[in-house]
């Protein structure tokens, strides 16, 4: 959120044919899409018919026949299905992780799309990994110990750490490691995956995903909203159990401006006008429009896809300047009253954070470098499509004594210190490879291409479209090119103005 400085490289074109789709698009004609390090990304076009009773077996067999492509000699043993979805076209997208000897490589994933043995693509790449070794040395106790402490958080945990045993790529070897959960709360909250070499209990990367960035009730801005309660005992409780297709609910309490202990928000007359009840007011409504907006216009129910409850927490801390997604729920700071107002006052915001869990749990854009760019870029997308207001971030809850009208600009990401073109792009590695800086040129490119077809909600549903089905965990901003055109191409046809808008939109940017 704080202003950046940027430092400009100069990158060779990324308009090479190798990686730009053509105007023929998802055609009959098998098209091989790679990236500007020239590793392959997608296979678009008809693959030819497969066997199988399961999407799985499908899958397995449609990987065969382009192992040439990917350079592999048999898909068996390589991948792993991982879970299957049929879209509205009858497509299934089976999503399968790269494995060794049964154990996932991180970030290293396939979707095969295929429709009744019919294989329609692949999105994807694909290294050759050799193993450094099979077995972990490390006792999984010492690399969680060895974890925590990389944080540098010595207090009490918010969830026990967990550990799962993954490869991770280093040029050609596959490192075995631990990969540890560490999450916790404070000052500075954490939400860490921290990678041990099981082998040597050398840390061999970590990723913090936590930016350290029916009755009535009053807002944050002071406007009154109808807000949908649950009444027990004579109280009422900021519960809505009104959405009928969820299994959970909307529930929004209070940390009362401590970081440890939560308690419900309740009230005894169903008026919520206290001071101390505007952040929850807000947080509560703002939830209920975002999930109708993506069950309504998007057909998904949650962020998980399955109704889950969507909790959210008010109140967090004293003067914390920050709003996040840690896997589960939503934190809104209070803002410190100088340079932002509660974090819950921003319809925008709120999307944001909810479309971080949507892509959790949709393509899981790993959030580090381009894919956590996408990640940032993709929350910004669906919150400025949501909101539908304007171009800008958090200019709800944006105070003078932060000297800017906003967080980001989509429509002139430069006027934020954000670059908007692949000449500009940073290389750093602060703020997990510039994840906020560099998802200006993303950004970008979705306006140039919701303002050329004038629709926020068509651009809305294709990026939507493009994580649910054709985006990996991996997945690069070329990759991003091809997978939006790609849900374009299923949802509105090759020939459609979209797809040509969608092409320019992306060139614009130098993808």
Not at 239 to 257: F, H, V, W
Request: negative net charge; proline residues 2%.
């Amino acid at each position: 959120m704080n202003k950046k400085l940027i430092a400009t490289m100069v990158m060779t074109s990324m308009l090479a044919s190798a990686f730009a789709m053509s105007s023929a698009g998802a055609a009959n004609d098998k098209q091989v899409l790679k990236d500007e390090q020239g590793q392959v990304h997608n296979v678009v076009g008809k693959l030819g018919k497969v066997e199988g009773a399961t999407p799985e077996a499908r899958a397995l067999n449609a990987l065969d026949k382009a192992k040439d492509v990917y350079g592999f000699d048999k898909a068996q043993g390589k991948f792993k299905a991982k879970q299957s979805h049929k879209d509205e076209n009858g497509t299934t997208h089976t999503k399968l992780d790269r494995v060794i000897g049964d154990i996932p490589v991180f970030a290293s994933e396939v979707i095969v799309h295929e429709a009744d043995g019919d294989v329609q693509g692949i999105t994807g790449s694909y290294q050759d990994l050799t193993p450094k070794t099979s077995k972990a040395s490390v006792k999984e106790k010492d690399a969680i110990e060895k974890a925590i402490a990389h944080t540098g958080y010595t207090g009490e945990l918010s969830e026990a750490a967990k550990s799962e045993l993954v490869y991770v790529a280093q040029g050609s070897d596959a490192v075995l490691t631990y990969k540890v959960s560490v999450n916790y709360l404070g000052k500075a909250p954490g939400r860490w995956s921290v990678f041990v070499d099981a082998a040597t209990g050398e840390i061999i990367n970590s990723i913090n995903q936590i930016e350290h960035v029916a009755g009535t009730g009053t807002g944050v801005l002071g406007d009154t909203k109808t807000i949908q309660t649950t009444l027990k005992s004579g109280t009422y409780y900021l519960e809505d159990r009104s959405k009928s297709a969820m299994t959970g609910l909307i529930q929004t309490k209070t940390y009362k401006n401590g970081w440890f202990f939560t308690y419900n928000m309740t009230d005894a007359d169903n008026v919520w006008t206290a001071s101390n009840q505007r952040a929850g007011v807000d947080a509560h409504y703002y939830a209920g429009f975002v999930y109708d907006y993506y069950y309504n216009m998007l057909g998904r129910n949650s962020y998980d896809g399955t109704g889950k409850t969507l909790l959210s927490y008010v109140n967090y801390d004293s003067g914390y300047n920050n709003a996040y997604w840690n896997g589960s729920s939503m934190t809104y700071g209070d803002g410190d009253g100088v340079n932002f107002r509660a974090f819950s006052g921003a319809l925008d915001v709120i999307a944001h954070e909810l479309t971080h869990g949507v892509t959790e749990y949709t393509s899981g854009l790993v959030y580090q470098n381009q894919s956590g760019a996408l990640n940032e870029s993709w929350s910004d997308a669906l919150g400025s499509v949501i909101e539908g207001r304007n171009w800008l971030m958090g200019e709800d809850i944006v105070l003078p004594g932060f000297g800017a009208a906003a967080f980001r600009s989509m429509s002139d990401p430069g006027a934020y210190g954000d670059p908007a073109h692949m000449s500009q792009y940073v290389n750093t590695s602060s703020d997990n490879g510039g994840v906020h800086t560099n998802s200006g040129i993303p950004n970008k490119a979705f306006y140039n291409f919701a303002t050329a077809i004038g629709s926020r909600d068509i651009a809305g549903k294709i990026w939507y479209t493009a994580s649910r089905d054709y985006m990996t965990s991996n997945t690069n901003f070329s990759g991003a090119r091809a997978a939006t055109l790609q849900a374009t191409a299923a949802l509105y046809g090759t020939g459609s103005s979209y797809y040509s808008a969608l092409q320019n939109a992306w060139t614009a940017v130098g993808i």
